[in-house]
């Protein structure tokens, strides 16, 4: 049976950006699966449309540092970087609707060249996946990996996004969400599946990597949170358990994006802020701490999204204690959920009496959430 044709295009980002952040993202997940994935005959993958002269800067500083994530290219599997005039991306309808349209009109171009007729498309952007007409492809998939409609960053991209999810809904497009949160928030009238975060085996099995230096001079027990410093976290929440628990150590761990939000912690002597860490060191990190920490408040954006850092808590055998929110439930028995700005000290001390989880029951939890399970479910949808 011959494989698919497919045109794959990132949300924000690029195939080299994804590379560079360690393919932890479900779009880079997936980009890189589809290149060797036995199901697709031809394949283009496309990065965000970028400005010339941002495109030019970061080519320059690329080919300086060296290009150590070169996109495997062949006669089947092509990159495409479009680039357009403008610096910013407009904001307006008719602005991101022209923007979109032009879009639309290279991809067509390159399928095109590539031998593709009526291609199955799979968008990450939530722009193009109501704006562009697409024409020329055959069924698409939304694959809402954000829920961007939550997303302060974006706010001024809120009324396009929706806009785009009417288009959606109006173009019976098919959507694979990570929630069901925010496949509800789309509301496809198509085909629809939810598809949750995933592991990557290879990355959880076997010996546990070396940890950051600083894990060795941690106060004990290692409650730790990964992932952004924002408005997510409760902050309130962690200064009650940091005073509740005066001889743990608290370790907040990725990038610093609200620092006014997060500044009132600087008060606890047991918190401490740490910059993101490599892929390699976090897993090692996961593995070396001792209790794993989602204080998230209840807010759109956290009640739509699917949290990675929860399965990869799990994977690496850590006890879990987590706002009781939607997307925490059900994906483990072991895990202590507490309602947001509860007690989380009491949560703590109950994973800690229970420990780590049994080996055995780890590795099980690593082959059923499987990034291979979740594509393959993603795949089903999109390719039907």
């Known amino acids: 049976m011959p494989g698919a044709d497919v045109v794959f295009t990132y949300s924000y980002v690029s195939w080299q950006a994804a590379a560079e952040r360690g393919w932890f993202m479900p779009e880079d997940r997936l980009a890189k699966a589809l290149v060797t994935h036995e199901r697709i005959d031809r394949l283009l993958v496309s990065d965000l449309m970028r400005s010339l002269p941002a495109k030019l800067l970061r080519d320059g500083r690329t080919a300086l540092a060296g290009n150590r994530f070169p996109f495997p290219s062949s006669p089947t599997r092509q990159l495409m970087r479009p680039v357009r005039l403008r610096r910013d991306y407009p904001t307006s309808i008719a602005g991101v609707r022209r ?15 590539m031998g593709m007729s009526k291609p199955w498309l799979i968008t990450a952007n939530p722009l193009m996946a109501g704006f562009a007409e697409l024409a020329w492809a055959g069924p698409v998939t939304y694959f809402a ?7 302060p960053p974006h706010e001024r991209w809120w009324p396009a996004y929706e806009e785009s999810f009417a288009q959606v809904r109006a173009r019976g497009r098919r959507v694979c969400a990570v929630s069901a949160a925010a496949l509800e928030q789309i509301g496809p009238t198509g085909p629809s599946a939810v598809v949750a975060n995933g592991l990557d085996p290879e990355e959880w099995s076997g010996p546990a990597r070396a940890a950051p230096e600083w894990v060795a001079k941690a106060r004990r027990p290692l409650l730790l949170y990964v992932g952004s410093l924002d408005t997510r976290l409760d902050v309130d929440a962690l200064l009650a358990l940091a005073r509740e628990l005066p001889d743990a150590e608290i370790a907040l761990v990725g990038p610093l994006l609200d620092a006014k939000h997060i500044a009132p912690l600087e ?26 920490l989602i204080p998230h408040v209840s807010s759109p954006l956290t009640r739509a999204m699917s949290p990675l850092k929860l399965y990869e808590y799990l994977a690496g055998g850590l006890p879990v204690v987590a706002s009781d929110l939607q997307p925490m439930r059900g994906v483990d028995p072991g895990v202590a959920l507490v309602e947001p700005g509860g007690d989380y000290a009491s949560g703590v001390r109950t994973v800690l009496a229970r420990g780590r989880t049994l080996e055995s029951l780890r590795e099980r939890f690593i082959a059923e959430n499987s990034w291979a399970a979740r594509q393959r479910a993603l795949l089903d949808l999109a390719l039907a």
């Open 99 to 113: 923007a979109c349209a032009a879009y639309d009109r290279a991809l067509e171009r390159r399928a095109r060249r």
């Open 267 to 292: 008060a606890a002597a047991n918190i401490q802020v740490h910059p993101p860490v490599a892929r390699e060191q976090l897993t090692g990190l996961i593995r070396a701490a001792d209790v794993g």
């Open 145 to 151: 990996h954000d829920d961007w409609l939550s997303y």
